[in-house]
């Protein structure tokens, strides 16, 4: 049991509970007065000693980076360093990443932060934001810096970060807040005025982070005299003066959000809920001094901090405190706190439950004998078979505690141990579910590859869990571990996809003096290792970096059209995409394509005759662009056409747009649109005339043009628009209906009307006007060449009974004769009339329909057809 007695003397009790420091990293490189950095970007240069005292210095959490950046407001004495202020960027095991000059012409920083997604955050003191890209601190693009504050707000007084957003104090006691320091406008809302008196000032500040609020918006705490005010986006609330906590010095917010840790002027800390309601816990320090930094160690205990010392304050009992001679920063993790100084990184945690029962003096345990088992078992001793006996029937509980504590260590070879004590456990337990040793087993060999001082990235277990794989490879590949990443991928698996895109995409940035095939070459090795991976992806990197040719030579490998087409596009492969395109046979893709040289053809003004021959030797993207331009593009399908040689599509395309013109309002008075109308026709006969196929169609354009030529004559010399867009009918009717009978005779010499057809018009159109004397004298001129049926008919249908008795006898065939006469309704004559027809049966029945309501005309009707029955029977 020495060995538990070891391990248990590196602890500390506080209440009733164990805490450890472990040292994670030590010495750290940058600790060395030769150490030195080189950036990612060739910007690399002597760093120094890191002194945590002079610089402005940032941490990320689960193991994050540690950037830093000298303090211009300290007076510092320079070694081996450049006097130019540099932006520095370290893993947490001290190892340098990147440096760079930091911009010149700021105003003074006030602090650093990293966001959520460890981009590095500065905020100046005249409220901006800059932003830095990592691993190689280029400033994001759009690199000027983004105000928050309101004009004259007189600058910032103090700030408070969170993984997404900030909290700024201005120098006039105003908030502003903004919950997306990332977005490239990040919308600062100021919070309403938290009544800060002018002889008033602000002692202190903290943050309720939004996921711990209801209403979804952070709230901010102001440390003002004698109470606190809670300042959120509906108004200000005053807590604490029924508490009398006095005036607060510093605060601190635990993990949860649930509780406040305060420092208060009289040297006492106090723990109460974030509402106020009461004061959970009291300690009174020793010195009335507020501390550099408060930070919670967990849930259960908080980290006070003054030069050289750190005091450790739990619920109950005395404090743990441990020295310094060097300063410290603390970074609060979920399950503890890192502990940087100028010489090492450490970490400060509550013991675990499972740790506890196997290494705590004097532990008999399941979890403690199996241990011991094993340690005896090693040694060959009958003791381990006894100790198995001891615990048969609590072995799953040890075993599981044994697991679970190998997960919390960070030296490998207690690790090991503790495995190894498992796996003695597990030859004896069979209802143990193996899969959670296994389980542990990976998670633990991702953490030590990680935890590996050249990666730096001193993750816990339960910092692992909540971090996710997904998360810590993105980490990885970010910091150019994309070996690493790549490992951790197929060992866990996971689609390495994202890692090998993002080394791709590096590599090209890197790799500027290599030839394009020398380097497409290694790309498709590595990318040919992940089935389905997205070529167009790293070919778009490929281009953006300037390097056309090689985007061009990726993007043949991508196999989804959809990215592949509009990356070809992008480097003005206009010709490889439209193949493509139709190749895939995806109308939607062909239209992009199309619509994008068809823009790029107008905007360069350029003769669009390459593109109608690109197209037209496609019959997919040919037919696709005639659909579209029919409805839009008229002019652009017209010359198609032309160029193509397809003339009577042209023909037919001039034929539609004259239709539209005739539709058009302006059409119906008189405008010049009748002879843009006109000359559209006259275009579509002449491209008719030249094909021998559309004879048809030629001389009915022909016509039609000479007609509404006629019709716009007329419609010019009677000053009235009713003649356009008539046929050549009721051209002629309407002439004579005016009593421009002249007009009348010369649009029937023009387009050849016929006699037979002229007195049917011409009959019709007396008849309108009720002309019928007229008419009558046009009816005795000459023998009509189609009789009088016309005249009758006119009559008649104006409802002129009169008028048309005088034209019905007139009528050589009897069978016009009875209709006529039963259209007037007189039904002896059109019996005598029907009587005088061979086959008169059917015609007696129509006339009988036609004289239904008529009950003598029906009777008659039937007396004649029983006569003439009889005597055809006789």
């Not at 450049?82 to 010149?104: D, E, N, Q, V």
């Not at 979804?216 to 029924?242: F, M, N």
């Not at 596009?569 to 893709?589: C, H, W, Y």
């Amino acid at each position: 049991m020495s060995s538990s007695v070891s391990v248990a003397a590196e602890w500390d009790l506080l209440s009733d509970r164990f805490y450890r420091r472990i040292t994670v990293y030590s010495p750290l490189p940058w600790s060395s007065p030769a150490a030195s950095a080189s950036g990612s970007g060739g910007s690399g240069g002597v760093v120094g000693r890191l002194d945590l005292s002079t610089h402005i210095v940032a941490t990320a959490p689960f193991g994050g980076p540690i950037a830093a950046v000298r303090d211009d407001s300290k007076i510092v004495q320079l070694h081996s360093e450049p006097s130019r202020r540099r932006l520095l960027l370290f893993s947490s095991s001290g190892h340098p990443i990147a440096s760079s000059p930091w911009p010149p012409q700021l105003p003074r920083l006030h602090s650093l932060a990293f966001s959520s997604s460890l981009n590095l955050i500065a905020l100046l003191s005249d409220g901006s934001l800059l932003r830095f890209r990592l691993p190689d601190l280029k400033p994001n693009p759009n690199s000027s810096p983004v105000p928050l504050l309101p004009p004259a707000s007189g600058g910032v007084a103090d700030a408070a970060f969170w993984g997404g957003g900030v909290a700024v104090l201005t120098e006039d006691n105003r908030v502003v807040v903004t919950t997306d320091i990332e977005a490239a406008d990040p919308h600062p809302r100021e919070f309403p005025d938290p009544g800060v008196g002018q002889d008033e000032q602000v002692l202190c500040m903290a943050v309720v982070e939004p996921q711990f609020v209801m209403s979804g918006s952070p709230e901010i705490l102001l440390a003002v005299g004698d109470r606190v005010l809670a300042v959120d986006e509906d108004g200000v609330q005053t807590l604490g003066e029924e508490l009398e906590i006095g005036p607060v010095q510093k605060m601190a917010v635990s993990p949860n959000g649930k509780l406040l840790a305060a420092f208060s002027h009289d040297g006492r800390l106090l723990v109460i809920p974030t509402d106020f309601s009461r004061i959970i816990f009291e300690y009174e320090c020793d010195s009335a001094l507020p501390p550099d930094q408060i930070a919670w160690c967990g849930l259960d205990s908080v980290l006070l901090y003054w030069s050289e010392v750190l005091l450790m304050v739990g619920p109950n009992g005395d404090p743990v405190q441990y020295n310094y001679d060097e300063p410290i920063k603390l970074i609060p993790e979920c399950d503890g706190v890192r502990i940087l100084s100028n010489s090492s990184m450490e970490f400060l945690h509550r013991v675990p439950d499972s740790t506890t029962l196997i290494f705590g003096i004097g532990s008999m345990s399941p979890a403690a004998l199996l241990y011991d088992a094993r340690d005896h078992y090693d040694k060959q001793s009958a003791k381990a078979y006894d100790n198995y006996q001891l615990i048969s029937s609590s072995l799953p509980e040890a075993i599981e505690a044994c697991i679970d504590a190998a997960g919390h260590e960070f030296d490998v070879s207690r690790q090991h141990t503790l495995l190894r004590a498992a796996t003695y456990g597990l030859a004896f337990c069979s209802r143990f579910p193996h899969e959670r040793f296994q389980e542990m087993c990976k998670m633990l060999r991702v953490l030590n590859a990680v935890r590996d001082p050249q990666t730096g990235m001193p993750l816990t277990i339960q910092q692992y869990k909540l971090l996710t794989a997904p998360v810590l490879i993105g980490r990885l590949i970010n910091a150019n571990h994309h070996l690493l990443a790549l490992r951790i991928s197929e060992y866990l698996n996971l689609n390495p996809e994202v890692v090998i895109m993002h080394w791709a995409c590096e590599k090209i940035t890197a790799s500027a003096a290599i030839p394009d095939t020398v380097l497409l070459g290694g790309l498709l090795d590595k990318l040919r290792l992940c089935k389905g991976i997205s070529y167009a992806a790293v070919a778009a990197h490929a281009d953006n970096s300037g390097r056309r040719k090689l985007a061009a030579m990726l993007v043949d490998h991508e196999s989804q059209s959809s990215k592949q087409i509009p990356l070809l596009l992008s480097i003005d492969e206009q010709d490889k995409a439209l193949s493509k395109a139709v190749e895939s046979g995806d109308t939607d893709l062909v239209y992009l394509v199309l619509f994008h040289i068809w823009q790029k053809v107008a905007i360069e003004k350029s003769a669009p005759l390459d593109f109608f021959g690109v197209i037209n030797a496609r019959p997919l993207a040919r037919d696709l662009f005639i659909a579209h331009a029919r409805h839009s593009k008229h002019e652009v399908l017209k010359d198609f056409f032309l160029t193509t040689g397809r003339l009577q599509d042209a023909a037919f395309l001039l034929l539609k747009e004259s239709r539209e013109l005739e539709r058009n309002p302006m059409a119906s008075k008189g405008s010049p649109l009748h002879g843009l109308q006109i000359r559209l026709i006259e275009q579509a006969h002449r491209l008719f005339a030249e094909t021998k196929e559309h004879i048809f169609e030629s001389k009915a354009s022909e016509e039609h043009a000479k007609l509404l030529r006629s019709q716009h004559e007329l419609e010019v010399s009677t000053k009235q628009a009713i003649f356009v867009g008539s046929s050549v009918s009721d051209t002629i009717k309407t002439c004579i209906a005016m009593g421009n009978e002249r007009a009348a005779l010369k649009v029937k010499s023009e387009f050849k009307v016929p006699d037979k057809r002229w007195y049917w018009l011409k009959s019709c159109a007396l008849a309108t006007v009720g002309n019928w004397d007229a008419l009558e004298k046009f009816s005795k001129e000459k023998r009509p060449p189609g009789g009088y049926k016309p005249f009758v008919e006119a009559c008649i249908d104006a409802g002129q009974k009169t008028e048309a008795l005088k034209y019905i006898p007139k009528l050589t065939d009897p069978r016009e004769r009875s209709e006529a006469y039963a259209r007037i309704k007189m039904a002896k004559e059109a019996a005598e009339a029907a009587s005088q027809v061979k086959d008169s049966d059917e015609l007696f029945g129509r006339l009988k329909l036609t004289l239904a309501q008529n009950t003598a005309a029906a009777s008659i009707f039937d007396t004649l057809r029983d006569r003439l029955s009889f005597q055809g029977t006789y």
